[in-house]
């Protein structure tokens, strides 16, 4: 069986790409072609343009939502019987095993619905 291959950032490179995400939010923002993204986002410290359809997100917020994310994520099959239910957890220092395991639950739903 094929192995997946990834290639990954250390620690300091990982805090570096989250800062810079963040200021990147929060000064250029995010632009949607729905109005119900801007929806949602009324009423918090996003600063919304409803004519352009963009939002610039404050780390505050953007920190607040990841801490109260979902810490499950549904691998859902065709056939409800077949979902997986994956734990959502910081990247650890072995993270290539943990995306076997998640390609591996990915091949397991492939072939029960095969």
């Not at 200021?23 to 343009?49: F, P, Q, S």
């Not at 994956?86 to 220092?93: I, S």
Request: with cysteine.
């Amino acid at each position: 069986m094929a192995r997946l291959q990834a290639s990954l950032l250390g620690a300091a490179e990982r805090d570096t790409l989250h800062e810079q995400t963040l200021t990147v939010l929060e000064e250029v923002g995010v632009a949607y072609n729905t109005t119900v993204a801007m929806d949602i986002l009324d009423g918090t410290e996003a600063v919304l343009d409803h004519e352009h359809l963009t939002a610039r997100l404050p780390r505050e917020l953007v920190e607040r939502c990841l801490k109260t994310a979902p810490r499950k994520l549904l691998l859902a099959a065709r056939d409800p019987a077949h979902d997986v239910w994956h734990e959502v957890r910081p990247l650890p220092d072995d993270v290539d095993r943990h995306l076997d395991d998640v390609v591996a639950a990915y091949r397991s739903l492939a072939l029960k619905e095969a």
